[in-house]
């Protein structure tokens, strides 16, 4: 006997199970929705779907571990943006002071001027 073929079995089984469980909870959900207004109107359907990605999303925090991919991720979408834009308006702005202080333009092409 093949020994992949047991495992096999037991995860199309539990797909199966899954599936099952799937459509009650689609067939449910749109019971609920269809259904014409009660005493209560503007009652709100409870979705455990969404509640476990609300609680989700407000125990984030709590649930984070730094790992090296993070801290990649972080110094490619923070620090690297911010040095070179912090980098580049240096690099304008002294060039551009260079070029006034040394009288190579004009006051009266100069953007800034005081008069």
């Known amino acids: 006997m093949n020994p992949s073929t047991g495992t096999e079995h037991l995860s199309a089984h539990l797909q199966q199970q899954k599936q099952k469980l799937r459509n009650a909870l689609r067939q449910e959900y749109w019971k609920k929705i269809t259904k014409p207004p ?3 109107y503007g009652e709100t359907i409870f979705d455990p779907g969404h ?6 999303n407000a125990t984030r925090s709590k649930n ?3 790992t090296a991919w993070n801290g990649f ?7 690297v943006p911010f040095s070179a834009t912090v ?5 304008d702005r002294e060039t ?5 202080r040394s009288g190579q333009v004009a006051y009266k092409d100069r953007n800034y001027k005081f008069i």
């Open 38 to 40: 009660t005493d209560v």
């Open 51 to 56: 509640q476990r990605y609300v609680s989700m």
């Open 64 to 66: 984070f571990r730094p």
């Open 73 to 79: 991720l972080f110094f490619a979408m923070f620090v």
């Open 87 to 91: 980098y580049m308006f240096k690099k």
């Open 96 to 100: 551009r002071e260079a070029l006034l």
